[in-house]
Protein backbone atom coordinates (compact mmCIF):
# COMPACT_ATOMS: atom_id res chain seq x y z
CA UNK A 1 0.00 0.00 0.00
CA UNK A 2 1.22 3.42 -0.70
CA UNK A 3 -1.38 5.69 1.38
CA UNK A 4 0.12 6.26 4.89
CA UNK A 5 -1.19 4.63 7.57
CA UNK A 6 -3.18 6.83 10.34
CA UNK A 7 -3.97 5.24 13.82
CA UNK A 8 -7.28 6.90 15.70
CA UNK A 9 -6.31 8.99 18.95
CA UNK A 10 -7.24 6.64 21.89
CA UNK A 11 -8.08 3.32 19.81
CA UNK A 12 -6.43 0.74 18.41
CA UNK A 13 -8.13 1.53 14.54
CA UNK A 14 -6.13 1.79 12.28
CA UNK A 15 -6.72 2.80 7.91
CA UNK A 16 -5.85 4.80 5.33
CA UNK A 17 -7.90 8.08 4.54
CA UNK A 18 -10.15 7.79 1.81
CA UNK A 19 -11.69 10.88 -0.06
CA UNK A 20 -10.62 14.43 -1.14
CA UNK A 21 -8.03 16.14 0.74
CA UNK A 22 -9.74 18.98 3.16
CA UNK A 23 -7.72 22.35 4.47
CA UNK A 24 -10.01 22.55 7.83
CA UNK A 25 -9.10 19.92 10.26
CA UNK A 26 -12.21 19.74 11.74
CA UNK A 27 -14.16 18.19 8.29
CA UNK A 28 -14.99 14.60 8.40
CA UNK A 29 -12.86 11.94 6.30
CA UNK A 30 -13.60 8.60 5.52
CA UNK A 31 -10.81 6.48 7.12
CA UNK A 32 -10.76 2.81 5.85
CA UNK A 33 -9.91 0.30 8.37
CA UNK A 34 -7.10 -2.10 8.04
CA UNK A 35 -6.67 -5.76 9.12
CA UNK A 36 -4.38 -8.71 9.13
CA UNK A 37 -5.78 -11.82 7.33
CA UNK A 38 -3.27 -14.47 6.70
CA UNK A 39 -0.14 -12.49 7.80
CA UNK A 40 -1.08 -9.86 5.51
CA UNK A 41 -2.37 -5.84 5.95
CA UNK A 42 -5.18 -5.37 3.99
CA UNK A 43 -8.20 -3.15 3.51
CA UNK A 44 -11.10 -4.13 5.41
CA UNK A 45 -14.59 -2.65 4.14
CA UNK A 46 -15.32 -0.96 6.97
CA UNK A 47 -15.11 3.02 7.50
CA UNK A 48 -14.84 5.32 9.91
CA UNK A 49 -15.98 9.14 9.93
CA UNK A 50 -13.32 10.77 11.48
CA UNK A 51 -11.77 14.44 11.87
CA UNK A 52 -8.22 15.02 10.59
CA UNK A 53 -7.21 16.04 14.18
CA UNK A 54 -7.90 13.07 15.54
CA UNK A 55 -5.43 10.85 13.73
CA UNK A 56 -2.18 10.62 14.26
CA UNK A 57 -0.13 9.31 11.10
CA UNK A 58 1.96 6.14 11.68
CA UNK A 59 4.76 3.93 10.14
CA UNK A 60 3.22 0.76 8.01
CA UNK A 61 5.81 -1.10 10.81
CA UNK A 62 4.07 0.06 13.88
CA UNK A 63 0.59 -0.94 11.91
CA UNK A 64 2.40 -4.73 11.09
CA UNK A 65 3.56 -4.39 15.02
CA UNK A 66 -0.07 -3.97 16.39
CA UNK A 67 -2.24 -6.33 13.94
CA UNK A 68 0.82 -8.81 13.39
CA UNK A 69 2.81 -9.03 16.78
CA UNK A 70 5.58 -8.37 14.39
Same mark, same amino acid.
Given at each position: ???? !???????????? &??? +????? +?? !?????? &?????????? &????????????????? +???????? &?? !?
Amino acid at each position: MSKP !FYKIKGTNDYGV &LEG +PVWSN +PS !FYRQLR &LVNAVGGMIE &LSHQYKPVTTENLVQVS +PEEVQKAL &LG !F
